[in-house]
């Protein structure tokens, strides 16, 4: 515990020194319009003024035709998750009573960093169900956190955080369960299985699987195991009703409903996930390369967990996968799998105990050094994407697609986002000799190639870092 309390804290500092200096814009900023009616009315639906002229109608807010009124499309636990910081600030005396504007980011980011010491706790403790060594727990967290794509939505004011700290905390649960038998564990795991299910309605597939996997260790049906998927259908069945008017509209279905369907092509979105340069897991994830060499040792030590994690993984990769949106653009990696992903790398936890075991060997040792050739390589990557904004890939890409420079839109497509934000730092003194610009100078004017030029330079010395930024960002 007291290792835990520690590597917590460290967590904590490290996090701090390093928060945003921005706000990530996109879906956090509708459900932050419902956290401030939540705590300003006391009601989720968001001012009509305000929420009728958001963007496209349904993009981010729903018109209830019901009664008229305007409400965020997405899962009500959203809000919930961004009233601490706002009743903070509006406990500071801050005003937060104007629609539409930024609240506090300094109060975000400490919500963020306090996530993020609870996360590494909660990693800790799983990983101690699987290898006893102290300094391999503590590499499980550090890898985690910080050698993976989960270091960006630490900082990022989004919900991936949140959604991998209730599913750790439900595996956590389910895996003492798994255990015991112990009814309260189970009880856990299923009210946290509500929390991501009102984050995200396509959670509820969890539902049935903890169901199964509940029946598979009782061998009867029993009221902890019918009656909470049936509570939580009939809550998110309510919350609909309330916002959407109907129990059986999600908020999805007022804006491009087709991009979450499952009509699209399931080789594209495995492909995808497993190898694709931007989206796969294992480029963002290098921890669950080592998981596949320890899949068979974890398997045979810790089968029930391992039917658990296969139990969650296939039915999720399969229908997102299946989804036309199945990257999650505006984003970054694989953000619709992120919940998962730590969980997926506990079995490289026996591997890496069977790789110190026999340091003195040879294979051993290039394992080792194989293992923290990658984190490393990882980490940096990680680094260059923090270093700058939140949309600095999509920014410097977009003009090229204006420009219908195919080619060049193409080396950003075709690339890890780390790689691209590390040539624009590195070429940041002379971004004329970017790998993608002569080609994009080619297609258009002179103006335009040396404005561009400024304004990546703008987003270059931007950055994005809470103690370094302008006076005047917001």
Known sequence: MRAALVLAAAVAVFNFAGMPGQFLDGDPAAWREEARSIVLRGELSVPREFASRFFEPGQYFVRNESNGRYYSKYGVMNALM??????????????????????????????????????????????????????????????????????????????????????????????????????????????????????????????????????????????????????????????????FGSPLLTGYHAWRPEVTALTGSLADGLWGFLFSPRFSVFLHYPLLILSLFGAAEFWRRHRPDAIAMAAVLVPFLLLTSKMPLWAGEFGYGPRYLLFMVPILSLPALPLVDAIIERIGTWRARAWAAATLACLAYSAYLQVQVNRLSFWAYYDARSVLEVAYSDSAADWFRDRHVGVICADLIRYRSDLTALPWFPEFRRKVSPQIAEQYVRELGRLIDRGNWYWSRPTSSS
């Not at 890898?143 to 750790?168: H, I, P």
């Not at 564990?185 to 903890?210: E, N």
């Open 82 to 243: 961004s009233l601490p910081p706002l009743w903070a600030q509006a406990a500071a005396g801050s005003d937060i009573s104007t629609p539409g504007t930024y609240p506090s980011l300094l109060a975000f980011n400490l919500w963020n960093v306090a996530l993020s010491a609870l996360l590494a706790a909660l990693l800790y403790r799983l990983a101690s169900l699987y290898t006893p060594r102290v300094s391999v727990r503590v590499l499980f967290v550090i890898g985690t956190l910080y050698c993976s794509a989960l270091w960006f939505y630490q900082r990022a004011q989004s919900s991936e955080l949140y959604q991998v700290v209730f599913f750790a905390a439900l595996f956590l649960c389910l895996a003492r369960y798994l255990r015991t038998r112990a009814t309260g564990w189970l009880a856990g795991a299923w009210v946290f299985a509500f929390f991501l299910v009102f984050t995200r309605v396509s959670f509820g597939l969890l539902l049935p699987i903890i169901a199964l996997l509940a029946w598979r260790q009782e061998r009867k049906l029993t009221l902890g195991i019918v009656l909470p998927p049936l509570v939580a259908v009939a809550l998110l069945g309510c919350i609909n009703y309330v916002k």
